[in-house]
C-alpha cells in the first residue's frame, strides 16, 4: 500500500485488501525491528564491497571481506540479503585445457627448440589457441602472431575449437601477408586437430612444426 499510495487511494486499497486505515497507519508508524535495522545496515556494507567489485563479487567473497572487516554474520544471511537485492556475481569457471595431444598423434619436430627469433618477417609464424569463459558459455580464440614484428596477423573466434577454426585464422594471415614460404609453429593440442592441421599447410606455403602441448595463450612469445 505505501508504494502505491501515490497511485491508488487509500480507502480504495484499503477496501480490496480488506484491512483497515488505521491499522495501516500503525504500521507505516512502526519503528523497525532490531534485526531488520542490521539487515539494512548489512545491505548496505554489501553493496559497497559489491560495487567496489565492479558486480563482480559473489556471495562467498562479500562474506569472506566482511569477516576481514570484522562483521561476522552467516552465509545464508549474506546469501538471502544479495537475493532480495537482485545482487549477482560473476562465478569462477574451472578453467578449460585446450591443448593436449591427441592419443597417438606422432608430432612434428620441434625445429625452435623454444628460441622464438626471425631474422626477417614472415619466416615464422607462431598460433595457439585460449578459451574465454563469457555468460552465453565458452568461446575460443584462435591466433596467428609474426614473430618477427609480434604483431598479430591473423584470428578467428568460435563456439567450437575445430580445426576449421585454427584455419581462419591462419588464411586471415596469409591473404594479407602472402609470405613466399612460412614456418607455421603451433602446441601438440588436440582439440585443434593438429595432425589434420598440419597436412593442410604444404598448399598453403606453409611448414609446419609442433612445440609443447597445454602451453595455450600464456605463452610468453604470444
Known sequence: MKANQAT????????????????????????PSAHAQQDRDLLARIRAIYTRSHG?????RIHATLARQGIHVGRKRVA????EAGLR???????????????????APDLVQRHFQADVPNRLWVADATCIPTAAGFFYLTVVLDVYSRRIVGWAMGSHLRTALMLQALDMALAQRRPEDVIHHSDQG???????????L????????????????RQRHV
Open 202 to 217: 604444404p598448399g598453403r606455403r606453409c611448414s609446419a612444426f609442433d612445440g609443447l602441448g597445454g602451453r595455450c595463450l
Open 80 to 83: 538471502r540479503l544479495m537475493r
Open 8 to 31: 491508488w487511494p487509500l480507502a480504495t486499497m484499503a477496501r480490496l485488501l480488506k484491512v483497515s486505515r488505521s491499522g495501516f497507519h500503525a504500521w507505516n508508524q512502526r519503528r
Open 190 to 200: 588436440c582439440p585443434i586437430h593438429v595432425c589434420r592441421l598440419r597436412a593442410t
Open 89 to 107: 556475481g560473476v562465478s569462477r569457471r574451472r578453467w578449460v585445457k585446450t591443448t593436449r595431444r591427441a592419443p597417438g598423434a606422432r608430432p
Open 56 to 60: 563482480t563479487y559473489g556471495m562467498p
